[in-house]
């Protein structure tokens, strides 16, 4: 296990460093007109695309992603008393919104004091969830001091200045990628940033993002971490985080490309991503009842747990869904009486505690289930395609398997949205794709598509053509289409 790289050079970090440069200067710039100050040190984390294993690591499956150059940078220095933050490139109206944490030499009781309002949907949010995770951290070691001699007994003050690449709301991770930047770029301050590994970053934001109120997995913030030039990474989460090396074949590129509608995870998580969570915890509880006779009490337990209890495969855990669960909606009134529990609050208190549906009805266990384990299978498929197949037609099978994880992910997860399906249609249809599927929570955001490499630049021209020209002219095409690099993961820049 290693620990985040602080590196000197944007070398260390960047693929195409000429581009980068001139973004550090800017930041340099606006911080020393905010704060009249150099910054002392960025931290840098990646968005990520995900190729495949949608909606499965909230129960506990592999994913198959890779960091992008696109980042979120924190330029920051220490100094006496407060955070203050501001941002470079997002909206005029948020870079006026100061916040302020005071962090004294107490990571305890900073931690306590620390609210985050998940009602209030604002992008500072995710700075503090990177804040609060650190914190937490600490105070989890045990460790009431602070190690760097510079800052024990001392008020800690850090002046932070945002600048972000990652299309928001776009399934590219932005959000997260603010987060790890956040957790980053606090520990650092703190003198911990070489006492937390990579892994234990991975954990401890994908805990700390789910302040905001949103029940996520943690693929993204892993893949910040945990990603590597030139590789795609498989991610598991069970037993513990850890991270391999895939190698896409050579012949394909992986084409990222915006729908332009913005997918609001946290505003309609009720309806949306926080419902899809609860459902697989509950065809959880409903499958763990009917296959082993014995009601699960407590939890939650993940769909991953469950299979490896009952040492079965993905063709026999798709045929007990099919069996055991109705296709038919579920009332959480109707779960909590066929494990004898009283009623829907002791369900909700035992397996979701802190998730409100308001809708206490309409769940969807049969559909949800088996698109989780048929997708998750789907995966491991597409990882041994990659490391372990030599045969031929490697990339029209991973094309394929992209094209099934995006109709099971439309049909049975109910993830798409009228733009994702003209995008990715029109991707399908152009030449040299061999499958294409929307990337992230989905409901709006990105598409990533399978491209033959000799096909690349027309399909780009096409795509761009039928899908951007009209409507969306106004937007650099790198930006909103792009053939996604694998990039590094998070660094700290001296
Ligand atoms: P995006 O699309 O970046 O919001 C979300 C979750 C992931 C994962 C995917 C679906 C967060 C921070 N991330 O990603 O954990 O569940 O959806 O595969 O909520
Ligand atoms: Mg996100």
Redesign the pocket.
């Known amino acids: 296990m290693s620990t985040v790289p602080i590196v000197t050079s944007l070398e260390d970090v960047y693929t195409q460093v000429e581009k980068q440069k001139p973004r550090y200067d800017t930041i340099a710039s606006h911080f020393n007109s905010e704060y009249n100050l150099q910054p002392q040190y960025y931290a840098r984390a990646p968005g990520r695309v995900?190729l495949i294993?949608?909606?499965?690591?909230?129960s506990g499956y592999g994913?198959l992603p890779m960091a992008l150059e696109k980042d979120v940078i924190i330029a920051s220095v220490l100094l006496p008393r407060m955070v203050n933050l501001c941002s470079n490139t997002l909206p005029k109206e948020y870079t006026t919104k100061v916040v302020s944490v005071t962090i004294n030499n107490n990571p305890s009781s900073a931690f306590d004091n620390l609210n985050i309002d998940p009602k209030a949907h604002h992008w500072t949010n995710y700075v503090l969830c990177g804040v609060k995770g650190v914190l937490q951290h600490i105070k989890n070691l045990n460790d009431t001091s602070f190690k760097s001699s510079d800052l024990s007994g001392k008020t800690l003050d850090l002046y932070l200045l945002l600048d972000g690449d990652v299309p928001s709301g776009s399934?590219?991770?932005s959000?997260?990628a603010v987060v790890c930047a956040s957790s980053l770029t606090t520990s650092h301050a703190l003198g911990y940033s070489k006492e937390i590994t990579k892994e234990q970053f991975g954990s401890l934001t994908a805990k700390s993002?789910q302040f905001v109120g949103?029940q996520?997995?943690?693929?993204?913030?892993a893949i910040s971490f945990l990603g590597q030039r030139n590789q795609a990474m498989y991610i598991q989460f069970e037993p513990t985080l850890s991270a391999s090396p895939v190698s896409l074949p050579e012949d394909v590129s992986f084409v990222v490309s915006h729908t332009m509608v913005s997918?609001l995870?946290s505003q309609t998580a009720a309806k949306n991503?926080n419902r899809r969570v609860v459902e697989c915890r509950l065809a959880c509880v409903l499958l763990h009842k009917a296959l082993t006779q014995e009601p699960l009490l407590e939890g939650p337990r993940t769909l991953k747990w469950l299979q490896e209890k009952l040492n079965s495969t993905f063709e026999d855990m798709i045929a007990a869904c099919e069996k055991h669960l109705s296709k038919e909606p579920y009332s959480m009134q109707q779960i909590a009486e066929s494990i004898g529990l009283k009623d829907s609050d002791e369900l909700q208190s035992r397996f979701f505690p802190s998730v409100d549906l308001h809708d206490k009805s309409n769940l969807k266990l049969q559909d949800r289930s088996i698109h989780v384990f048929s997708e998750s299978y789907r995966v491991i498929q597409v990882e041994e395609l990659c490391n372990k197949n030599k045969g031929d037609n490697k990339s029209e099978k991973i094309g394929q398997l992209m094209n099934e994880s995006h109709y099971s992910g439309r049909d049975l997860y109910e993830a798409s949205c009228p733009e994702l399906e003209q995008l990715t249609t029109l991707c399908r249809s152009t030449k040299g794709c061999l499958g294409s599927r929307f990337t992230?929570?989905?409901w709006g955001?990105c598409a990533v598509s399978c491209v033959k490499k000799e096909n690349l630049n027309e399909f780009l021209d096409t795509v761009w053509e039928q899908y951007y020209a009209k409507e969306h002219g106004g937007s650099k095409r790198e930006n909103v289409l792009f053939a996604s690099q694998p990039s590094a993961g998070a660094a700290i820049i001296e």
Request: net charge negative.
């Open positions: 995900n294993g949608e909606h499965i690591d909230y994913v399934g590219l991770s959000s997260s993002e949103v996520s997995g943690g693929m993204d913030q997918s995870k991503y992230g929570a989905g955001g």
